[in-house]
Antibody
């Protein structure tokens, strides 16, 4: 069964750190981009960061740049999100997701990515 | 960063209604547009990718269209299980921003 399971969430004080993990199973993890998405209480979905199959490319939303670091261990089929200098506005459910790929062809190749497998999420609360 | 704007932010509809949700990008994103369904306490689920391709196993009452900056998600005949919040998302350029969401409620 294709599965993603997040862990590592909890209550942390402002300015503190937390490391989220996402364990992948049931698919060839090393061949997929992976992404973190969050949802703050009562708010919409926010894309946070993604990482290329081999870890050589990483992207972040501006609000977490310099504070969060996405990484992966393909030998352990695991994805991580190191969160430092946490703020109240980082309070959210954090989801990891697999990026599926669809290749469209007309006069050239087009690579369409979409999040096709999601974990159930882990809750991060930043509060004193 | 590319901004994604959805409208309406919420709507009320009845079972059997045809529902249309729109999504506008702040710049052209070709057809690099996905639609997701989100229910409270559940993980999001992809419905449509590449603007108009139905995810495998997805109900055929869902359809997507558009290219460039303007996109629509249509539910041809609303079912009880469709009451949820819907999000568009661009994957043209990182960060792969979501729209603000459209909550579909029971009338």
């Amino acid at each position: 069964e294709v599965q993603l399971v997040e862990s590592g969430g909890g209550l942390v004080q402002p300015g503190g750190s937390l490391r989220l993990s996402c364990a992948a199973s049931g698919f060839t993890y090393s061949t997929y981009w992976m992404t973190w998405v969050r949802q703050a209480p009562g708010k919409g979905l926010e894309w946070v960061a993604n990482i290329k199959e081999d870890g050589s490319e990483k992207n972040y939303v501006d609000s977490v740049k310099g504070r969060f670091t996405i990484s992966r261990d393909n030998a352990e089929n695991s994805l991580y999100l190191q969160m430092n200098s946490l703020r109240a506005e980082d309070t959210a459910v954090y989801y990891c997701a697999r990026e599926g790929l669809y290749v469209g062809v007309d006069t050239s190749y087009h690579f369409y990515y979409y999040m096709d497998v999601w974990g159930k999420g882990t809750t991060v609360t930043v509060s004193s | 960063d590319i901004q994604m704007t959805q409208s309406p932010s919420s709507l009320s509809a009845s079972v059997g209604d045809r529902v249309t949700i729109t999504c506008r990008a702040s710049q052209s994103i070709s057809n690099y547009l996905n639609w997701y369904q989100k229910k409270p306490g559940k993980a999001p689920k992809v419905l449509i990718y590449a603007a108009s391709t139905l995810q495998g196993g997805g109900p055929s009452r869902f359809s997507g269209s558009g290219s460039g900056t303007d996109f629509t998600l249509t539910i041809s005949s609303l079912q009880p299980e469709d009451f949820a919040t819907y999000y568009c998302q661009q994957n043209y350029n990182p960060p792969h921003t979501f729209g603000g969401g459209t909550r579909v409620e029971i009338q």
